[in-house]
């Protein structure tokens, strides 16, 4: 299954770079919370839908790019979690930090993800809590978290908050990067960073593929209140947004 997923996210980074690298062919706009979406968003997630209803007929698929007009039931206990474009804001400014996301959820918890980053061609992907990296050359390792006595932070790039900095100040030493979408998860999973605080608005196919990666490379992903797992089972979401998160190594 892991192998087809990662193929079916490769097809959508291509179906993305093909917008990337022609201007003439983006077409912006927005939802109703004012975010960009393109039409590389749509087909992409028309690549992935159409890949996985093929795949696995039998299991129900939420998608970002179906959220103004989403159709769900909280009684979903196995379901697909897809965001196609991770990162649009990042794609339109053409830093290449920008990611497709594909998890499955099993009873509010994710057990397999694939996170793809085609401008850097780095797909990260984890299943039966074994994370690997597979660079640009094709080579294929596992990774996992590691610890530093002076930690780096990613944040976000696009997003920034008050409440990070008030968590910095905290701390005496330590290092920062900016960076877009979904790589963040991914530098705490392969070890390049620690720490990965995120306050505001995020959605739980924000989140769901990185989730997995980070937490089979054995790291964390917590609420920040709580200090509990953060959960996607439909039946306990209130809404379909996180609370404040800290990802951890």
Known sequence: MLTEICELARN???ALMEV???DKLINISYKSDQSPVTNADKIANTIIKNGLVHLFPNIPILSEEDSNNIKYDKNWNIYWLVDPLDGTKEFLKKNGEFTVNIS????????????????????YCADKQQAWKINEKGYKN???IAYSSIPKFVISRSHSNKK???????????TIEKLGSSLKFCYVA?????????????????TAAGHAIVTAAGGKVITYNERKNLNYSLFSQLSLINPDFLVLS
């Open 12 to 14: 959508a980074g291509s």
């Open 164 to 174: 990070v900095y008030n968590l910095l100040n905290t701390i005496k030493k330590y």
């Open 142 to 144: 596992k990774i996992s």
């Open 104 to 123: 499955l959820i099993k009873y509010g918890i994710p057990i397999l993800g694939v996170i793809y980053a085609p401008y850097f061609n780095l797909l």
């Open 20 to 22: 990337y690298y022609s």
């Open 190 to 206: 392969e070890g390049k960073a620690q720490f990965y605080p995120r306050f505001g608005k995020t959605y739980i196919w924000d």
